[in-house]
């Protein structure tokens, strides 16, 4: 249910922060012929295709070398978006992937070559879906705060450079470095005056202090604030989808397989493969009782909908429907479009759209009489309600009631909020965002470390 | 911020103090070897307010000093990062400039359209402790910082 909204939120950050990550290693140069930039996000993008896989598995169906893609999966490591797991493996055990893979994957071809494994070590990966929402949060938060401190010359310690030697120094070392000569910071190797290190974001031109260069890189870093907002507002808008939704997860690498293997005896009675690939993973073999599933049943209105309601797609409650759920418009209740995404708006205008939509209805000549005549009861119907809930404005449930007195009439209507409300939940992916390099690991290094360090004296001791 | 506290020190007097005035003497010296001087650990000694104990003095072979071990009541002033103190500008230069709480000396960066002399109100955004010093690092953007009286006005 959620799965498609943070599967989005990885693409869009795939684009965001990683389009111009190489899988090479620094020290090699970058000729035309191995630039590989953007294979993080073909990386990223397959990943979200899929659940755990062999990392062997993946760069055969990359196409890409296995120590090319294991280099960019131990970066992805790294950034905390991807957990691995390594395992030494006899045949036995990569058939029990193999076997939980058919079981999952509808994709995914069966693989048979792999019995002849002997003892190798396979690492396997997966897209870790919490931790992937958390560091894009992390980082937005880490870009905005930079800049806004900046922007503000909040608790920022001013660094200053010798144009000579290179040496640094900040702020704290500022009474040391007081020339008597001329009440100037002057380096203590070489005496040359230093300058201030401008920052790094926001100006080329050294800025010597001037007023006119600091206006200069306020208005930069005005400018960079709002392009931030502006251009990674798709990944911001997904985030807040996924705010309150619960992330995806497979659980380690195991426990997939075991999920998936008992799912695969639950579907298909081949007990050869099955039996062979839980020997695989452990010597006892575990009853699985499939996966634990807990109904809480609210008593009021909600439970007796659920059992009119005997479709297999239940409708939910409106409180349980949150924004960036994806769902069908049997979950939503019939009234839909009526209401806002929150569904707890209660405005006229929703109702006067309600009536326009029933006269467009009412307009329409194709129409049976029957259902005119439907339609014109339900608006009456409607126009009660209207008044009723300008009565009862407290409640925001009203709403969202099913009200439709006849079934096949409703049918008919979701049919028509089909094919406009896909408009609604489809979004394209957009543009890849221009890369926004901010670094950060910058933290570490600012000199506020070092006066941390400083600070260590404990002083209660005393 | 200021602290009132305990501390303890060895003081050595000199053979030619010792008899009816022994103990003004070993306070006069105290407070003449203490005050105004600064630690890494408690800060800068503003004053001694009383003595608490004096132990017994432990006369040196060779010299006669007698080494005293005398605990005394203090105040002291510490500066804390995030702390807003009211300092005097001291120095300014193309930098910034320089300010002074009592005791303890201040730079703020990037502001150079201060006078000298001038009352600033600043917040300390960074200390540097060793042994026997403090310096802070200060800014005076935040909401109610800056000048609050200037030379000429006074
Ligand atoms: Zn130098």
């Known amino acids: 249910m959620s799965l498609e909204s943070f599967n989005k939120l990885v693409k869009l950050t795939a684009r965001a922060f990683y389009d111009d990550i190489t899988a090479k290693g620094d020290n090699q140069p970058k000729s035309g012929r191995s630039d590989n930039r953007g294979i993080a996000v073909v990386v990223l993008d397959a990943l979200t295709r899929r659940q755990w896989v062999r990392e062997e598995d993946l760069a055969k169906d990359l196409k890409l070398h296995l120590k090319q893609l294991r280099r960019t999966l131990r970066f992805f490591e790294e950034e905390k978006l991807v957990t691995r797991d390594h395992r030494k493996e006899t045949a036995k055990g990569a058939k029990a992937y193999s076997a939980a893979v058919a079981a999952t994957a509808d994709s995914l071809p069966g693989r048979e070559g792999e019995e002849k494994i002997k003892l190798h070590t396979h690492s396997y990966c997966c897209l870790d879906y919490a931790q992937i929402h958390d560091v894009v949060r992390y980082r937005l938060h880490r870009m905005r705060k930079k800049l806004k401190d900046e922007l503000d010359n909040k608790n920022t310690v001013q660094e200053y450079v010798c144009p000579k030697c290179g040496k640094r120094y900040n702020a704290l070392d500022a009474i040391r470095l007081i020339s008597f000569e001329d009440d100037g910071f002057h380096c203590e190797s070489c005496n040359t005056e230093l300058v201030a290190e401008s920052d790094k974001l926001a100006s080329q031109d050294i800025g010597d202090g001037d007023d006119n260069a600091r206006r200069r890189r306020r208005e930069k870093l005005r400018d960079l604030l709002q392009k931030l907002e502006v251009e990674l507002k798709p990944l911001t808008d997904i985030l807040h989808r996924v705010k309150d939704l619960e992330a995806p997860d497979y659980g380690t690498l195991q426990a997939w397989e075991l999920r998936a293997s008992a799912v695969a005896r639950a579907s298909n009675s081949d007990p050869n493969a099955n039996d062979s690939s839980r020997s695989g993973m452990s010597g006892t073999p575990m009853p699985f009782l499939g996966e634990t599933k807990i109904e809480v049943a609210f008593s009021g209105v909600e439970e007796k909908e659920i059992k009119a309601e005997s479709a297999p797609l239940k409708q939910l409650p409106p409180w349980m429907i949150k924004e960036g759920m994806n769902l069908t418009n049997e979950q939503r209740g019939v009234v839909m479009q009526e209401s806002n995404a929150d569904g707890t708006s209660l405005s006229m205008d929703d109702q006067k759209d309600e009536k326009k939509l029933i006269n467009q209805e009412v307009d329409d000549k194709k129409k049976l009489q029957e259902e005119y005549f439907k339609a014109y009861y339900e608006a009456l119907l409607q126009q009660q309600r209207a008044q009723e809930a300008t009565n009862i404005k407290e409640d925001p449930s009203i709403d969202n009631f099913p009200t439709d007195a006849d079934p096949s009439n409703s049918r008919k209507r979701q049919r028509e909020d089909d094919e406009e409300g896909d408009v609604e939940w489809e979004e394209e992916t957009p543009a890849p965002v221009e890369t926004f390099k901010v670094d950060l690991n910058v933290e570490a290094a600012e000199p506020s470390g070092d006066d941390e360090d400083d600070d260590g004296i404990d002083w209660e001791e005393g | ?154």
């Not at chain 2, 003081?11 to 003497?25: A, D, I, N, V």
């Not at chain 2, 359209?113 to 802070?136: M, P």
């Open chain 2, 1 to 154: 911020m200021f602290f009132h506290i305990v501390l303890e020190r060895n003081m050595q007097l000199h053979p030619r103090h010792f008899g009816r005035e022994l103990r003004e003497k070993l306070v006069s010296k105290l407070m003449k070897d203490v005050e105004g001087t600064c630690s890494g650990r408690h800060g800068f000694v503003v004053a001694i307010t009383g003595i608490e104990d004096i132990g017994k003095g432990i006369i040196r072979d060779g010299t006669g000093f007698v080494t005293f071990p005398v605990k005394y009541l203090c105040v002291v002033f510490r500066p804390f990062k995030g702390e807003i103190l009211e300092a005097t500008v001291t120095m300014v230069n193309k930098m910034g400039f320089f300010a002074e709480a009592g005791p303890v000396q201040i730079f703020v960066s990037n502001h150079v359209k201060i006078q000298k002399d001038s009352e600033v109100r600043l917040k300390i955004i960074g200390t540097r402790v060793n042994a026997t010093e403090i310096f802070c690092i200060g800014t005076i953007k935040d909401d109610f910082l800056g000048v609050i009286s200037d030379p000429a006005g006074s």
